[in-house]
C-alpha cells in the first residue's frame, strides 16, 4: 500500500495543500478539479474577481466545469466567517430527489476576490467525504489571509446574563422541530457540513448557522 502523500496547488495559494487518500486530480490550475476515490463526488475551487452578483458568478463557475449547468437555487446565506476571511456565502441547489444527490458552493470572500468551492456529488458520498471536503476546504488559504490573533485580546465573561442569552437562542431551534422536519435532507447535510468547515468559528457561530436551518 503506497502512503506517499500527494499535495496539489491551489488557486492562488502559497503552499499546496494535501489531497485525502484515494482522490484524484481531474484538472490542475484554476480551476482545480478533483474527483472522490468512489467517483461519485466531484470538488473544484476557482478563485474569481468579486462581483455584486455572486449567486451569477457561481453560477459562471459551474457552466466552466459543467456547461448547460442550470440546477435552481434552493437556499443562499451569508454564513459565519472564520479565520480572517472577510465574508461567506453558501448556495444550496434544488435538486429532484431521486437523484440523491448534492449540489453546493461555498463562497469565500478577501479583499477583491471570490474563492468558490463548488460540490456536486451523491447524498451517500457526500456522507462519507464529509471530513474531507472540510479539509479540503480549510486548507485553502490564498495569499493575503491573515489569521486573527488572539494575543492581548481579554476573554470575555460567561455570567448569569450570557447564560440566559444562550437558553433564549436554543428556546428557538428546540420550538422549530417541526419546520426542521420540513427542511430537505440535502439542505440539512449541507449544514452538517457547513458546520464543520466552520469549526473555527467557536460556539456563537454554530447557534447562529442552526438557526439559519431551522428558520
Same mark, same amino acid.
Given at each position: 500500500?503506497?502512503?506517499?502523500?500527494?499535495?496539489?496547488?491551489?488557486?492562488?495559494?502559497?503552499?499546496?495543500?494535501?489531497?485525502?487518500?484515494?482522490?484524484?486530480?481531474?484538472?490542475?490550475?484554476?480551476?482545480?478539479?478533483?474527483?472522490?476515490?468512489?467517483?461519485?463526488?466531484?470538488?473544484?475551487?476557482?478563485?474569481?474577481?468579486?462581483?455584486?452578483?455572486?449567486?451569477?458568478?457561481?453560477?459562471?463557475?459551474?457552466?466552466?466545469?459543467?456547461?448547460?449547468?442550470?440546477?435552481?437555487?434552493?437556499?443562499?446565506?451569508?454564513?459565519?466567517?472564520?479565520?480572517?476571511?472577510?465574508?461567506?456565502?453558501?448556495?444550496?441547489?434544488?435538486?429532484?430527489?431521486?437523484?440523491?444527490?448534492?449540489?453546493?458552493?461555498?463562497?469565500?470572500? %478577501?479583499?477583491?476576490?471570490?474563492?468558490? =468551492? /463548488?460540490?456536486?456529488?451523491?447524498?451517500?458520498?457526500? #456522507?462519507? @467525504? +464529509? *471530513?474531507?471536503?472540510?479539509?479540503?476546504?480549510?486548507?485553502?488559504?490564498?495569499?493575503?489571509?491573515?489569521?486573527?490573533?488572539?494575543?492581548?485580546?481579554?476573554?470575555?465573561?460567561?455570567?448569569?446574563?450570557?447564560?440566559?442569552?444562550?437558553?433564549? %437562542?436554543?428556546?428557538?431551534?428546540?420550538? =422549530? /422541530?417541526?419546520?426542521?422536519?420540513?427542511?430537505?435532507? #440535502?439542505? @440539512? +447535510? *449541507?449544514?452538517?457540513?457547513?458546520?464543520?468547515?466552520?469549526?473555527?468559528?467557536?460556539?456563537?457561530?454554530?447557534?447562529?448557522?442552526?438557526?439559519?436551518?431551522?428558520?
Amino acid at each position: 500500500m503506497d502512503d506517499t502523500a500527494l499535495y496539489v496547488g491551489m488557486p492562488d495559494a502559497l503552499l499546496p495543500s494535501s489531497l485525502p487518500n484515494g482522490w484524484t486530480v481531474v484538472h490542475e490550475g484554476d480551476p482545480l478539479s478533483l474527483t472522490g476515490p468512489e467517483s461519485d463526488l466531484n470538488l473544484s475551487f476557482f478563485s474569481r474577481t468579486t462581483t455584486d452578483q455572486i449567486e451569477g458568478l457561481v453560477r459562471t463557475a459551474w457552466q466552466e466545469i459543467q456547461p448547460g449547468f442550470d440546477v435552481p437555487v434552493r437556499q443562499m446565506a451569508e454564513m459565519p466567517t472564520p479565520d480572517g476571511w472577510d465574508k461567506t456565502v453558501q448556495i444550496i441547489y434544488n435538486t429532484p430527489a431521486s437523484q440523491s444527490r448534492i449540489v453546493m458552493a461555498m463562497v469565500r470572500m %478577501l479583499s477583491n476576490r471570490a474563492y468558490i =468551492s /463548488l460540490i456536486d456529488g451523491t447524498k451517500a458520498a457526500f #456522507s462519507r @467525504r +464529509m *471530513a474531507q471536503i472540510a479539509e479540503l476546504t480549510n486548507e485553502w488559504k490564498p495569499a493575503g489571509l491573515k489569521e486573527p490573533s488572539l494575543a492581548g485580546i481579554r476573554p470575555n465573561t460567561f455570567g448569569e446574563d450570557e447564560h440566559s442569552a444562550m437558553s433564549d %437562542l436554543w428556546r428557538q431551534p428546540c420550538a =422549530s /422541530l417541526a419546520s426542521r422536519a420540513l427542511l430537505s435532507p #440535502s439542505s @440539512r +447535510m *449541507a449544514g452538517r457540513f457547513m458546520r464543520r468547515a466552520s469549526g473555527h468559528a467557536g460556539w456563537a457561530g454554530t447557534i447562529r448557522l442552526r438557526l439559519a436551518l431551522v428558520s
